[in-house]
């Protein structure tokens, strides 16, 4: 009774304060119940209901874990995070509950943006929906927003406060109005949650390093070698030019800390249950914000074994699946994105499995990779065999997440047996996309530059934008309208691929008007060694205002790519449930690529993805294969509505991308 005194004096709504006390066990029996909203009452039932069925299986994970340690802790953080839920966001909890794939819809079209590029702070960002709504954007990644370090700071992913809005970005009370702005609109948020580490500002490194060993309890600190040594035998570098070693000493601490990022990124210790409870309490609090996808940065990375190579550990699974439930009970409108940039085959395990699934999204990361090989190279044969191999036993939640471009670089990570399948050595091949990319291989139309190259290991990766990858800086420079019309086609044909290989279709913000390099950052000294920004610079508002203008390169880009959305968006083969296959065909330029709904009530509607990865035209044949209803239907082209026979040869224009539906 004195709880709801006190909480009545400050002014909490009624409803919540009941929540508060029931979820926590202490509501009185005299408390007028009957002054309690009904909504509170269906919304308190469906928790208790979710929590009943849940909490068991979210039990069993934890003491695989922890034991008991730190579970009451735990439930009770779960419960008074969700008694701060809104009302908006419960709404939001029913609307999703009641269609639990609403990531799958096919109007979904999603950007990936950094705020200060797009719009400098979360108080103009309001303004910027009316753009994002032009290109049909239903889904909005922003990049790291949360407090930094000024300078040392990854891009944002050395995070010094996981709830707190970085100052040059705005207010908390900014982001939240603009996350209120943008489900008023129709657009979902997405934030990165970045789980495995922290900046070494973060308050909890502050205090390990002032002698807190609670604090330092968080983290891997060593005195000695002996430990680092045993881990570095096993564990590879992830920077290995730009921060060598897992390890970083720090003078303060007279110890060695783990880093497996850069030097000032500290490995959480999650084998700490403190430490999964406080980031599960952080997690709540911005899906209360109103965060409806969270991005779990480095997820393979969380869990340490000395002994093992410290990736995809199955307590990383285990950690993945108490995330999930915990948000199943406490904000089911919200749902997990993987970062897992692996090779292929440890990727789909993210989406766990029907009885146990992880990660609602995954990167389609090695589409990215083969998209940008077949470009290159002119041969669709790898990404063929790519289509051909996406698991298909993932559970009905799973969904990818397409991509050209994003804030990092493009890693190499393509099937090694593929490419010898189709006569390539892996090593070579590598080295000729790293120089194509470049722009250094003889004939490449790209420009680009290196991403911790490794003159050891001859190993790099690439950056740059779309657009100056796919020739368009080129054919400014040399002033070459026939080479910028044909770049023009490459990013249509990259970006179009993406948008029909079944998931989630995310553009890099600027790439949807052709942005170009940007090489102000070699004079940055807090940037420079970092080539990833170079495709990090500032959106052109001067030329996204002037769009208009259809004799200018980026009005074209944007014009093209808007005429493929508007026309894609919502048909029924964007859902997010279909099945891909390949058809071979009489030229390894171009690929068919069957987009087959996986519900066999409407197999009738399936898609016929043609696209010629080569300057040239090409007249091609389908070869073998058991489809019989390709040969026999007459196919309409999307967006030109011309019609096409499939029994007959085909002719495929430059980067032509065809996509046939039947009618
Ligand atoms: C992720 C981010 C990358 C960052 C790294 C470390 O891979 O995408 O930008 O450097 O995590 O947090």
Not at 83 to 100: C, I, N, T
Not at 312 to 331: D, G, K, S, Y
Not at 493 to 506: D, H, R, S, T, Y
Not at 612 to 637: C, G, M, P
Request: net charge negative; proline share 4%; with cysteine.
């Amino acid at each position: 009774m004195i709880l709801f005194e006190i909480s009545e004096t400050f002014h909490l709504a009624r409803g919540k304060v009941y929540l508060y006390h029931l979820l926590h066990g202490t509501v009185s029996k005299t408390y007028n119940m009957k002054k309690k909203a009904m909504k509170n009452d269906i919304h308190i039932r469906g928790f208790q209901e979710r929590f009943s069925v849940i909490e068991p299986q979210l039990r069993g994970y934890y003491t695989s874990l922890y034991g008991e340690t730190g579970y009451e802790e735990l439930l009770s953080t779960v419960k008074t995070m969700y008694s701060g839920r809104s009302d908006q966001m419960l709404h939001l909890d029913e609307q999703r509950l009641a269609y639990p794939t609403w990531y799958q819809d096919p109007t979904m079209v999603g950007m990936m943006m950094y705020v200060n590029n797009f719009s400098e702070t979360f108080a103009s960002m309001p303004s910027r929906i009316e753009y994002l709504k032009s290109l049909g954007v239903t889904y909005l990644h922003l990049m790291p927003v949360f407090d930094m370090p000024e300078f040392a700071n990854d891009g944002g992913y050395a995070v010094s406060n996981f709830t707190k809005i970085d100052s040059r970005l705005g207010t908390d009370e900014e982001f939240n109005v603009f996350a209120e702005a943008c489900h008023r609109n129709g657009i979902s948020i997405c934030i990165d949650f970045v789980l495995n580490h922290t900046s070494d500002e973060h308050e909890w490194a502050v205090r390990a390093k002032e002698g807190d060993v609670e604090a330092q309890s968080k983290y891997f600190i060593f005195k000695d070698r002996t430990m680092p040594d045993a881990y570095e035998k096993y564990v590879n570098e992830v920077f290995p030019v730009l921060a060598p070693g897992n390890f970083t000493y720090n003078a303060a601490l007279s110890a060695w800390v783990l880093t497996t990022f850069n030097h000032y990124q500290w490995d959480l210790n999650y084998a700490n249950p403190e430490v999964l409870r406080e980031m599960v309490a952080a997690m709540l609090q911005m899906c209360n914000r109103g965060v409806d996808i969270f991005r779990f940065d480095a997820i393979p990375y969380i869990w340490k074994e000395w002994g093992t190579d410290s990736r995809n550990r199955p307590q990383v699974h285990t950690l993945v699946r108490i995330f999930r439930l915990i948000l199943e009970i406490a904000a089911p409108a919200t749902i997990i994105k993987g970062e897992v940039v692996m090779a292929p085959h440890l990727v789909a395990p993210y989406f766990g499995t029907e009885q146990e699934p992880e990660c609602h999204l995954l990167y389609n990361v090695t589409m990215m990779v083969e998209l940008w090989n077949s470009l290159a190279t002119r041969d669709t044969r790898m990404l063929t065999d790519l289509i051909e191999s996406i698991p298909e036993e993932v559970p009905d939640s799973a969904c990818w997440v397409n991509y050209v471009r994003c804030h990092d670089d493009i890693g190499w990570g393509f099937n090694e047996q593929s490419a010898r399948r189709q006569g390539y050595d892996p090593f070579f091949h590598k080295r000729f996309l790293i120089s194509f990319y470049l722009g250094s291989y003889p004939g490449s139309f790209s420009r680009g530059e290196l991403y911790e190259s490794d003159p050891k290991t001859l190993d790099a990766r690439n950056c740059g934008t779309t657009a100056s990858l796919c020739g368009l800086e080129k054919a400014i420079h040399e002033r070459d309208e026939y080479q910028g019309e044909l770049a023009i086609k490459r990013i249509i044909l990259l970006q179009v691929f993406a948008f029909v290989a079944n998931g989630i279709p995310v553009l890099y913000s600027g790439d949807e008007i052709g942005q170009l390099n940007d090489y102000s950052y070699i004079q940055d000294p807090h940037k420079g060694r970092d080539s990833r920004f170079l495709h990090r610079g500032p959106f052109d508002w001067g030329v996204a205002h002037a769009i208009g203008d259809l004799t200018r390169y980026p009005s074209q880009v944007y014009y093209r790519l808007n005429r493929y959305i508007n026309a894609a968006k919502g048909h029924v083969m964007m859902g997010n449930n279909n099945v891909l296959r390949s058809i071979l065909t009489s030229d390894r330029s171009v690929i068919c690529m069957l987009v087959i709904p996986r519900h066999p009530a409407y197999e009738h509607q399936m898609m016929v993805v043609l696209a010629n990865f080569s300057e040239h035209q090409k007249q091609v044949r389908l070869l073998e294969h058991d489809y019989s209803a390709i040969r026999t239907q007459l196919w309409t082209e999307l967006l030109q509505g011309k019609q096409v026979r499939l029994n007959d040869e085909v002719i495929t224009g430059p980067y032509e991308i065809l996509l046939l539906t039947p009618r």
